[in-house]
T-cell receptor, first 112, second 115 residues
Framework: GEDVEQSLFLSVREGDSSVINCTYT??????LYWYKQEPGAGLQLLTY?????DMKQDQRLTVLLNKKDKHLSLRIADTQTGDSAIYFC????????????FGAGTRLAVHP | NAGVTQTPKFQVLKTGQSMTLQCAQD?????MSWYRQDPGMGLRLIHY???????DQGEVPNGYNVSRSTTEDFPLRLLSAAPSQTSVYFC??????????????FGPGTRLTVL
């Protein structure tokens, strides 16, 4: 079945790079997403990658996709305290409705 | 645009009570969804709608009803609340797009506690 897994917690020092990893099971997924959730708020789309791409860079964010291993990662360069949040990986299986399968979320803690 | 709005922000119910969680969007999106978020778990899809008058079940529909009489509104009804329905509920909407990434826009959530 469809499943998305990610580690639950990551702690980094301010200024370092953060790497959040995710594995998924549906090889037919067309889009893979990273959503950010700040405390007490809803989810906000951070970035996404189409399944025919290996890498996407957007300012401090780099998304790497390894389709063979069904592995997705999000790298945040020069991590700031404002990056502290929960980051959700999600996949959109092909076909049908715009249904997303979410991972459990990785809580990123940034300390001085 | 207000985006996706949800009311109430917080709610406490007793077991067996019923209530309706409201969701509205002003982006003229066809697709709307309800998710629940529980600790240590990702968001799970409860019900969704692909347009006014059309709804369908998601992954965890039991105990919930939905209707979609207008494009803007997508209320979620709890028929007889149970402690297992204690959760944070998110409403989301997206447009149909044209092979696009179909970004989902999320509301701020409703935190529900059932005693």
């Amino acid at each position: 079945g469809e499943d998305v897994e990610q580690s639950l917690f990551l702690s980094v020092r301010e200024g370092d790079s953060s790497v959040i990893n995710c594995t998924y099971t549906d090889s037919s997924s067309t889009y893979l997403y990273w959503y950010k959730q700040e405390p007490g708020a809803g989810l906000q789309l951070l970035t996404y990658i189409f399944s025919n791409m290996d890498m996407k860079q957007d300012q401090r964010l780099t998304v790497l996709l390894n389709k063979k291993d069904k592995h997705l990662s999000l790298r945040i360069a020069d991590t700031q305290t404002g990056d502290s949040a929960i980051y959700f990986c999600a996949e959109k299986p092909s076909g049908g409705y715009n249904k997303l399968i979410f991972g459990a979320g990785t809580r990123l803690a940034v300390h001085p | 645009n207000a985006g996706v709005t949800q009311t109430p922000k917080f709610q406490v119910l007793k077991t067996g009570q019923s209530m309706t969680l409201q969701c509205a969007q002003d982006m003229n999106h066809e697709y709307m969804s309800w998710y629940r978020q529980d600790p240590g778990m990702g968001l799970r899809l409860i019900h969704y709608s692909v347009g006014a008058g059309i709804t369908d079940q998601g992954e965890v529909p039991n105990g919930y009803n939905v209707s979609r009489s207008t494009t803007e509104d997508f209320p979620l009804r709890l028929l007889s609340a149970a402690p297992s329905q204690t959760s944070v509920y998110f409403c989301a909407s997206s447009d149909q797009g044209t092979g696009s990434r179909r970004e989902q826009f999320f509301g701020p959530g409703t935190r529900l506690t059932v005693l």
